[in-house]
């Protein structure tokens, strides 16, 4: 029958994994260090896997293939588990990573309660916690990886979300980086001195293919954080959308000292 199957570019393939790991169905693996579809049969066409890939190897085609076995999956899924391969996760667990990097690994961060809630009251970057002792402020990063390089050009988690884009100093020279900065938004990070190649490509397929209210830039004062800047300005004139923008600038000894 012909269908809406998925398609596994190998040479935009990384290795990472991150696609086996978001196929619930079992349809994908590995082999010499690439990501295989390895029974079309238990491939249900729903695309679990492709905001997981940071590569954007994969994609949909429609063309012969058998159907969907869902029973086939059903009693894969159960004898995985009956072996151990796939253990009950208790509270608390972490889910397995997948084979290969797994920094590569896209998913969203829930965290209990708001993030109003985390910071209530709080002037400092520390908190007091119910018994008295100063206790660190909670993280406010809302997804994995963090990385511009590893980031997926589509996942859930951006779909509708205030981007962040900040130089990677930003978060050490500013104490309150997590309050101010990445709280409610969604957080990539570079260096564009130290890093290989120009941000502006990766930049525009994330503002392309996902719906971004707002972007704020965080930036080093030292001239060369203006690449990153740079980047961000000429990735929104590429998507041809009207995005809000402005900059955070902040100072070599931790100051916020222009915002435009």
């Known amino acids: 029958m012909k269908r809406k199957i998925i398609r596994i570019d190998e040479e935009k393939c990384n290795g990472c994994g991150a696609c086996a790991a978001a196929c619930h169905e079992g349809a994908i693996g590995m082999g010499e260090g690439k990501a295989k579809l390895m029974r079309e049969d238990y491939c249900d066409g729903l695309g679990d896997c492709l905001p997981a890939c940071p590569a954007g190897a994969i994609t949909f085609e429609e063309r012969e ?15 995985r588990e009956k072996e151990g391969a796939e253990p009950s996760q208790g509270e608390g667990e972490r889910e397995p990573l997948p084979c290969g990097c797994p920094g590569t690994m896209a998913r969203a961060i829930h965290r209990q309660g708001s993030p109003e809630e985390a910071w209530e009251g709080t002037e400092t970057a520390e908190r007091t916690s119910p018994g008295g002792e ?19 050009v589509n996942a859930p988690y951006f779909n509708g979300a205030k981007l962040l884009i900040a130089a990677d100093c930003t978060a050490y020279a500013y104490g309150n980086f997590h309050r101010d900065l990445i709280r409610g938004r969604i957080a990539l990070i570079g260096c564009p001195k130290l890093d290989e190649g120009d941000y502006a490509e990766k930049l525009t397929e994330i ?17 060369c954080c203006g690449g990153i800047e740079n980047a961000v300005k000429r990735a929104l004139e590429a998507s041809g959308k009207m995005i809000p923008w402005h900059v955070v600038t902040i100072s070599t000894d931790g100051r916020i000292i222009d915002e435009n």
């Not at 293939?65 to 004898?79: I, T």
């Not at 100063?134 to 997926?152: D, H, R, T, Y």
């Not at 392309?208 to 209210?213: A, L, P, S, Y």
């Open 65 to 79: 293939a058998p159907a969907y076995d869902h029973q086939a999956v059903m009693a894969a899924k159960a004898a």
């Open 207 to 223: 503002l392309k293919n996902n719906h971004i209210r707002s972007v704020t830039v965080a930036r080093m004062e030292v001239p």
């Open 134 to 152: 100063k206790a660190a402020a909670g993280s406010q990063l809302a997804q994995w990886p963090v990385q511009i390089k590893l980031a997926p």
